[in-house]
């Protein structure tokens, strides 16, 4: 990420992950008490044009904006376990790093690649949060484990349909912006 262009991308990605948290449910729609996110999709596009690199920073990003989502207006239970970066931070940014050690299988660029590994990166984001909420949970936090059916549940379900989301928008976005990427 030397040139211009590429510190421009980055900055925009950051600035879109920063509004799709900042504003109500645009980038984090709540439904009851379960939390629907698209916020992962630019960092998979960062991943996918910039590797670890860029899925670092994106995923770090996006974890510090989910941090100040739930300081600012964390209205459930769930939510206000993300006021701990373990549970909020320390997930997304090892899920912009998996995104972009996946990105970089992707040797001969090709778009639907694009599709399958953001598939297979939301479903690894869905495990590693829900994986830290779980042990945050065990450690000690004030929850009645009769809520873990609930957050398999909600495991399931959210990462599947954000997982689908998150393939058909990467696709389209990769095959625009990616290949005039790869191609220079």
């Known amino acids: 990420m030397k040139k211009t262009k590429d510190l421009t991308a ?16 645009i980038g984090i729609i709540q439904i009851g008490i379960v939390s629907l996110t698209v916020l992962h999709i630019p960092v998979i596009i960062g991943a996918n044009m910039y590797g670890v690199k860029g899925g670092l920073i994106l995923g770090t990003v996006f974890g510090l904006s ?10 459930t239970p769930v939510d206000l376990m993300f006021v701990n970066p373990l549970v909020s931070v320390l997930p997304r940014m090892l899920f912009g790093l998996i995104s972009g050690l996946l990105s970089s299988l992707n040797k001969n660029k090709k778009t639907w690649i694009n599709a399958v590994t953001s598939f297979v990166s939301t479903i690894i984001h869905s495990f590693l949060v829900y994986t830290a909420i779980y042990l945050y949970m065990l450690n000690g936090a004030q929850i009645d484990q009769s809520f873990v059916p609930f ?5 399931t379900v959210n990462s599947l349909l954000e997982a689908a989301v998150a393939s058909v928008v990467v696709l389209a976005v990769m095959k625009v912006v990616g290949n005039k990427r790869w191609k220079q």
């Open 151 to 155: 957050i398999v549940s909600a495991f």
């Open 10 to 25: 980055m900055a925009m990605l950051c600035a879109i992950t920063m509004v799709l948290a900042i504003v109500p449910n």
């Open 66 to 75: 989910s941090l100040f989502v739930a300081a600012t207006r964390g209205a």
